[in-house]
């Protein structure tokens, strides 16, 4: 499977970003998805997924009540809004698939990767 980001950009701190990522086959119907994010000098962190089945998802702490995870399962795509940002959200952004029937939020869950879009938040 190959996956796609897109919507990064630069904005400034309270604004809004929408995120979206779309899968060449059938994987987001079929698998979990998760949005991470990479910061410079730090590790990547999970963000947020969605599960195939039902769409529960689940949020790191750090941006629950400020993000959305959403998928559009017909048209392979999942999507990240972003609320009320801050300059700490400032990072490169990564949608993944997951494997197993469940949201994991560890990134050994997860074994395809898009090649990142970049977030900027000025202050």
């Known amino acids: 499977v190959r996956l796609v980001e897109s919507g990064g950009g630069l904005v400034q701190a309270g604004d809004s970003l929408r995120l979206s990522c779309k899968a060449s086959?059938?994987?987001?119907?079929?698998?979990?998805m998760g949005w991470f994010r990479q910061a410079p000098g730090k590790e990547r962190e999970f963000v947020a997924a969605?599960?195939?089945?039902?769409?529960?998802?689940t949020y790191s702490d750090s941006v629950k009540g400020r993000f959305t995870i959403s998928r559009d399962s017909a048209n392979n795509m999942i999507f990240l809004q972003m609320d009320s940002l801050k300059p700490e959200d400032t990072a490169v952004y990564y949608c993944?698939?997951?494997?197993?029937?469940?949201?994991?939020?560890?990134?050994?869950?997860?074994?395809?990767w898009g090649q990142g879009t970049q977030v900027t938040v000025s202050s």
């Open positions: 993944a698939r997951g494997r197993g029937g469940f949201i994991a939020t560890l990134r050994e869950y997860y074994d395809a």
């Open positions: 086959d059938r994987t987001v119907s079929n698998n979990p």
């Open positions: 969605i599960n195939w089945r039902g769409g529960s998802t």
